[in-house]
């Protein structure tokens, strides 16, 4: 069934925030869940996207993404008016929320997307929120107000200081837990090795920490085995078991092995779209 965009902006360079028509996944979502999208054709890609917000009485989702490669580029080229033909969700498990009390939130780049929602939610349900979000460049920053808005803390950091303080999101991270009352939960969302670096800073103080990883999936019902990662020595797959994990049990290395694996098809159909 096709899906219609009823809102788009841009957020960043390559960034862009679609609200689509999808009436039973906005009144079912959770935070924490997810939906595969299929632009055109059955056999188009099928790109995984967190629902990043929903309006159950508009019937509408929110969905963020990075024009990075040939669907997501595709995807970025359609406009209010237009239609995505299959959007399958909502998906995953969502996240585990309860009063936790204080609960440090951190996000790099696009990671901010699927990171708002949990944040929220750990919001909603009575928990002092730190957050902590970052990018490489000012550009690059996205969902601060968002953010501002949800947190009892915010701190902004970019890799280059073009914005906020000139740090690695680990660096107030660090802080944070290094203070009198650490706080009970930290959720860590973004690039693999920023997510490796989070959970061993945590590790170092006991603070718990969950992560959503971000693997490639391709049915999102736990067929394939696109999505495998390896937690606490098991075999997991991200659709069906996450795609929220206990960050020091997660095996990033091997993660980042197999996500490297797809670069240079990823590039190749990327290019040969441009052409
Ligand atoms: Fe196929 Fe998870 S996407 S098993």
Same mark, same amino acid.
């Given at each position: 069934?096709?899906?219609?965009?009823?809102?788009?902006? +841009?957020? &960043? !360079?390559? %960034? @862009?925030?679609? #609200? %689509? !028509?999808?009436?039973?996944?906005? &009144?079912?979502?959770?935070?924490? +869940? $997810?939906?595969?999208?299929? /632009?055109?054709? !059955? @056999? &188009? #890609?099928?790109?995984?996207?967190? /629902? *990043?917000? *929903?309006?159950?009485?508009?019937?509408?989702?929110?969905?963020? $993404? +990075? *024009?990075?490669?040939?669907?997501?580029? !595709?995807? *970025?080229?359609?406009?209010?008016?237009?239609?995505?033909?299959?959007?399958?969700?909502?998906?995953?498990?969502?996240?585990?929320?309860?009063? $936790?009390?204080? %609960?440090?939130?951190?996000?790099?780049?696009?990671?901010?997307?699927?990171?708002l929602p949990i944040a929220k939610g750990l919001k909603e349900a009575g928990n002092k929120i730190i957050s902590i979000i970052g990018a490489r460049t000012k550009e690059l920053i996205i969902l601060e107000d968002e953010f501002k808005a949800i947190s009892d803390e915010l701190t902004v950091v970019t890799d280059d200081g073009s914005y906020g303080r000139k740090a690695l999101v680990t660096e107030p991270l660090k802080e944070v837990c290094s203070r009198g009352e650490k706080p009970a939960l930290a959720v860590a969302i973004g690039p693999t090795p920023m997510m490796k670096f989070c959970c061993l800073t945590t590790k170092e103080f006991d603070v718990p920490t969950v992560v959503s990883l971000n693997t490639i999936m391709i049915d999102g019902t736990g067929m394939c085995g696109g999505c495998r990662v390896e937690v606490g020595g098991e075999t997991k797959f991200v659709c069906v078991d996450g795609p929220e994990f206990d960050g020091h049990k997660v095996n990033f290395d091997l993660m980042m092995k197999r996500m490297n694996a797809y670069k240079d098809l990823e590039q190749e159909a990327l290019d040969k779209y441009k052409e």
């Open positions: 069934m096709p899906h219609k965009i009823v809102n788009k902006n +841009q957020l &960043s !360079e390559n %960034v @862009y925030r679609i #609200e %689509v !028509e999808a009436a039973n996944i906005a &009144s079912a979502r959770k935070p924490g +869940q $997810f939906v595969i999208v299929g /632009i055109s054709t !059955e @056999y &188009s #890609e099928r790109i995984p996207l967190t /629902i *990043a917000g *929903a309006d159950a009485d508009k019937g509408t989702i929110t969905l963020i $993404f +990075q *024009a990075v490669g040939k669907s997501t580029a !595709e995807m *970025a080229n359609l406009e209010v008016g237009d239609s995505i033909d299959n959007i399958v969700g909502p998906l995953g498990q969502p996240t585990h929320i309860e009063k $936790f009390g204080t %609960v440090v939130c951190v996000g790099g780049g696009i990671g901010n997307a699927p990171l």
